[in-house]
């Protein structure tokens, strides 16, 4: 099992920035690649940005582009996601994902193993 703790989420005006943190425990954490979804209210989860295991090849969605960026610490067994420019519809809550090796190779690109609680992410115009 991981457990997963989001942090660093709160209310920010647009045009301002937040880092997002999450803290993982439980298991070897450079054998996870990790991901950050956010979900709207009345709104499928999407996903916002993954990193790979070694942190060398990341993906971001077309929306989010240019403005956040995730990377991680294998030694302090976190990823982050700093958000800048934060616009109104960036509010969602946000959850933090990992997923191993199998579920890479095997399943889709929203397949995650463990999932975190969620962190509320509120931009105000």
């Known amino acids: 099992q991981v457990q997963l703790v989001e942090s660093g989420g709160g209310l920010v005006p647009a045009g301002g920035s937040l880092r997002l943190s999450c803290a993982a425990s439980?298991?070897?954490?450079?054998?996870?690649?990790m991901g950050w979804f956010r979900q709207a209210p009345g709104k499928e989860r999407e996903r916002v940005a993954t990193i790979s295991w070694s942190g060398s090849a990341t993906y971001y969605a077309e929306s989010v582009k240019g403005r956040f960026t995730i990377s991680r610490d294998n030694a302090k067994n976190t990823v982050y996601l700093q958000m800048n420019s934060l616009k109104p519809e960036d509010t969602a809550v946000y959850y933090c994902?990992?997923?191993?090796?199998?579920?890479?190779?095997?399943?889709?690109?929203?397949?995650?193993?463990?999932w975190g609680q969620g962190t509320q992410v509120t931009v105000s115009s």
């Open positions: 439980g298991r070897t954490f450079s054998d996870y690649a």
């Open positions: 994902a990992a997923r191993g090796y199998v579920t890479a190779q095997r399943m889709g690109v929203m397949s995650y193993d463990y």
